[in-house]
């Protein structure tokens, strides 16, 4: 148990469905990141969220629409995906200190037919 | 462009000793981090080195040379449960974590 608890775990949908990935901290940090893990490459960093204010968007798709309604919740608005979008999304919050150690959560794993 | 390279996969025997390798090149440096990840769970933070040297902690230790844009993580007394994926990751000066592909290991009774 990290603290971080994402749902749904497991996200099966195709190219034309909308859905969410929704992402909860108990830990009281105050920032909060999206990340895509796919086999046997890097961490990719989607969205990074301070004190509920969006502070990186790295050139992600707008077929992703982050949402962040306070410090404690993220959510990751899926609609129109592709199938290489299949990954595992990890949601992760850290202090804004100068270490910044991330928390993470389980992950959603998303397949698109 | 900024880059971490680790094996993809290693292969230890239990009870014995491994280390896994990282190396970067980076903008900047604001300190290096190992993350654990079991198969189907999330990461969990290992170590944190922003200085050069060893850094202990029970059967696990990491070390950085950050002249030499380098660092390994040691294993000890290697148990079934280590085998994960290990990622490295760097922080660079705008305190943007880089990482690595992350290091299959593999641990054999």
């Known amino acids: 148990e990290t603290g971080v608890t994402q749902t749904p775990r497991h996200l099966v949908m195709g190219m034309t469905n909308k859905k969410s990935l929704k992402c909860e901290q108990h830990?009281?940090?105050?920032?909060m990141y999206w990340y895509k893990q796919s086999a046997k490459k890097p961490l990719e960093l989607m969205f990074v969220y301070n004190f509920k204010e969006q502070t990186e968007n790295n050139s992600v798709p707008s077929r992703f629409s982050p949402e962040c309604p306070n410090s404690s919740h993220l959510f990751l608005h899926l609609h129109t995906l592709q199938p290489e979008d299949s990954a595992l999304y990890l949601c992760a919050s850290s202090q804004e200190d100068e270490r910044r150690e991330l928390f993470f959560g389980e992950g959603s794993r998303l397949t698109v037919l | 462009g900024q880059n971490i390279d680790q094996p993809t996969e290693m292969t230890a025997t239990e009870g014995a000793i491994v280390q896994i390798n990282c190396t970067y090149q980076?903008?900047?440096?604001?300190?290096l981090f190992w993350y654990q990840q079991h198969a189907g769970e999330a990461p969990t933070f290992l170590s944190y080195n922003v200085l050069d040297g060893l850094e202990e902690k029970g059967r696990f230790s990491s070390f950085l040379s950050r002249s030499k844009g380098y660092s390994y993580l040691l294993l000890k007394e290697l148990q079934m449960k280590d085998s994960a994926s290990y990622l490295c990751a760097v922080m660079d000066s705008n305190y943007q974590l880089i990482w690595g592909a992350g290091t299959k290991l593999i641990i054999k009774p």
């Open positions: 980076t903008s900047g440096f604001n300190g």
């Open positions: 830990l009281g940090h105050n920032a």
